[in-house]
């Protein structure tokens, strides 16, 4: 695993995003197209202002695909994920995407999984930009997460270290507003994409961080199975690799 380390959150979403502009434009090069996956959360805030206004990218060419979103959540709800996609990413980039693949927790939610499932497996993923949480999940797979499934996409239940992250980052008026289930891309599903560019700002992510990079690989810290991949490129903030035994960079 690559880590790198900046002195604040900007640095550090610039460098998370030229680095994956970069693996989305040897895509293009090479294959004429490109796909990726896209996280949301506070934690993705500048990666994605970032990687809109990246340079010599041909986003007509690209498909993206949704990483999480909560079940039952209005699209028009301040903390709907399809919402936060299109007002801070698609609706921000200088040409239409080819495609994006919206997550809708709406509706019949398991067709909904097997709909983005039959798009994704027919087009494997270039670079997926994600986060790791406060209980050290990987989009919405908490502890214990499904390290098994080969399902693309699965509904999961919100632990309550989850829904109290979602409410303390000021989504939500109250826990009991935080919904209790997502849609999730499946840890075996985010382990296929190509190269992983995780980004983590943040002090209060500090002890998922090194739960995540330096004890077992664990489904009691879904992160840790990024110690498994092959090209994952970890970007931290000082105060997220605060706890670090021997951080770098």
Request: net charge negative; charged share 25%; proline share 6%.
């Amino acid at each position: 695993m690559k880590m790198q380390i900046e002195d604040s959150v900007e640095s550090m979403s610039a460098a998370a995003a030229a680095d994956g502009a970069e693996i989305i434009r040897a895509a293009l090069a090479s294959r004429g197209e490109a796909n990726i996956v896209v996280a949301t959360g506070a934690s993705q805030f500048e990666v994605l202002s970032c990687l809109s206004q990246a340079p010599d990218i041909s986003w007509n060419r690209v498909r993206g695909f949704h990483l999480d979103e909560y079940v039952g959540l209005p699209i028009t709800h301040g903390a709907s994920f399809r919402k936060y996609l299109w007002e801070r990413f698609v609706s921000q980039l200088p040409l239409p995407m080819q495609s994006f693949c919206f997550l809708d927790g709406e509706g019949d939610c398991q067709a909904e999984c097997r709909r983005a499932g039959n798009l994704i497996r027919k087009n494997p993923i270039d670079v997926a930009f994600v986060g790791i949480g406060e209980n050290g999940h990987l989009a919405f797979n908490d502890p214990p997460a499904d390290f098994e499934t080969e399902e693309p996409y699965v509904l999961v239940e919100l632990d309550e270290a989850c829904r109290k992250q979602q409410l303390g980052e000021g989504w939500f008026p109250a826990l009991e507003d935080v919904p209790r289930r997502a849609i999730s891309m499946s840890i075996r599903q985010i382990m296929k994409s190509g190269t992983i560019i995780c980004s983590v700002p943040d002090a209060r992510k500090a002890d998922a961080v090194k739960n995540a990079l330096e004890g077992a690989v664990s489904p009691q810290v879904p992160a840790s199975i990024l110690q498994d991949h092959p090209d994952c490129r970890l970007y931290l903030d000082r105060a997220a690799a605060s706890l670090l035994t021997a951080p770098a960079g």
